[in-house]
């Protein structure tokens, strides 16, 4: 009988990712109203851009998934993914916010592929009795990564927030808040680059 380890870590990673990517949106919405010069309002289109794309898409991706297949079509999902990142560290350090919520839902839509296929193929992977086991173990690595993607976003990107925020206010004229404000939005090109790079490697 062939061994079903792999594959269960294999798809046990994309779940982690799939839980890692979808919970950066609540520190995001902190980051984007700082560094965008948002009002609460404003800031609330992160997650409304990102959970749009899973409205809009679910169905087209079962519809691209019965062309490429299972396995093609959860390389598709990372690689729209790895894209999404691309573009949001790309405008994000433009200071482009209608740029950064297209990455967004760019990430989105490679994440509702990714979801749609990986769902079901934990149930195929394996012996069939065994299946609710292996969706019980793929939730327990989708929530870890949740509980960690704000601990790690917070420790690249948020340190410091409340003193930063403090020295934007006392900014002497728009040029050097502006310069602030630009070097904080920066923060995220290198980390959302490095994620753009692992998911297209993946």
Wanted: aromatic content about 12%.
């Amino acid at each position: 009988r062939q061994s079903t380890l792999g594959p269960m870590l294999t798809i046990g990673g994309l779940f982690f990712i799939c839980g890692f990517v979808t919970w950066l949106n609540g520190p995001l919405i902190t980051f984007v109203k700082l560094a965008f010069d948002l009002d609460d309002v404003g800031a609330v289109l992160v997650p409304m851009a990102f959970y749009l794309s899973y409205f809009f898409l679910a169905l087209p991706s079962a519809a691209i998934l019965r062309a490429t297949g299972m396995k093609r079509g959860m390389a598709l999902g990372l690689f729209v993914m790895a894209i999404g990142a691309a573009l949001f560290g790309h405008f994000t350090t433009e200071r482009v916010y209608a740029g950064a919520l297209g990455g967004l839902f760019t990430i989105g839509a490679g994440l509702s592929l990714l979801q749609t296929a990986a769902n079901p193929y934990v149930s195929i992977v394996g012996p069939i009795e065994r299946a609710a086991q292996r969706i019980a173990f793929m939730g327990l690595a989708n929530k870890f990564a949740g509980v960690l993607a704000p601990f790690v976003f917070g420790a690249l990107v948020l340190h410091g927030l409340d003193a930063f925020d403090a020295e934007v206010k006392a900014a002497p004229d728009a040029a050097t808040r502006d310069a602030l404000l630009d070097a904080f939005a920066g923060k995220v090109y290198v980390p959302y680059m490095l994620m753009a790079a692992l998911l297209a490697l993946l």
